[in-house]
Nanobody, 123 residues
Framework: QVQLVESGGGLVQAGGSLRLSCAASGRTFSGYAMGWFRQDPGKEREFVAGISWDVGITLYADSVKGRFTISRDNAKNIMVYLQMNSLKPEDTGVYYC???????????????WGQGTQVTVSS
């Protein structure tokens, strides 16, 4: 059973920080790129950040550049992190972890998805 499980969401004031984690299990994700997306109710799920298997490529949405950092740990159990600093109310949404064949901003590039974790930034 393929599983991507996110954690670390919550309520934070504007200007604060959160660190999201994603644990991948149930199959070998060796070679897979990982990404983070977010979605507000009534809106399209949008790309936030992506990272290649070898960490050679990282991508960010323009709206989070300089504030968010994606990283990963390819030890026995693959972990992916999203460090979010200087949070803004517009960063509010459900954040999803995804695994795919390349670090890219399109949803179609990712094959496996987690259930999401809620991030709420108050003004």
């Amino acid at each position: 059973q393929v599983q991507l499980v996110e954690s670390g969401g919550g309520l934070v004031q504007a200007g604060g920080s959160l660190r999201l984690s994603c644990a991948a299990s149930g199959r070998t994700f060796s070679g897979y790129a990982m990404g983070w997306f977010r979605q507000d109710p009534g809106k399209e799920r949008e790309f936030v950040a992506g990272i290649s298997w070898d960490v050679g490529i990282t991508l960010y949405a323009d709206s989070v550049k300089g504030r968010f950092t994606i990283s990963r740990d390819n030890a026995k159990n693959i972990m992916v992190y999203l460090q979010m600093n200087s949070l803004k109310p517009e960063d509010t949404g459900v954040y999803y972890c995804a695994a795919g064949f390349r670090a890219a901003p399109r949803r179609s590039d990712y094959r496996y998805w987690g259930q999401g974790t809620q991030v709420t930034v108050s003004s």
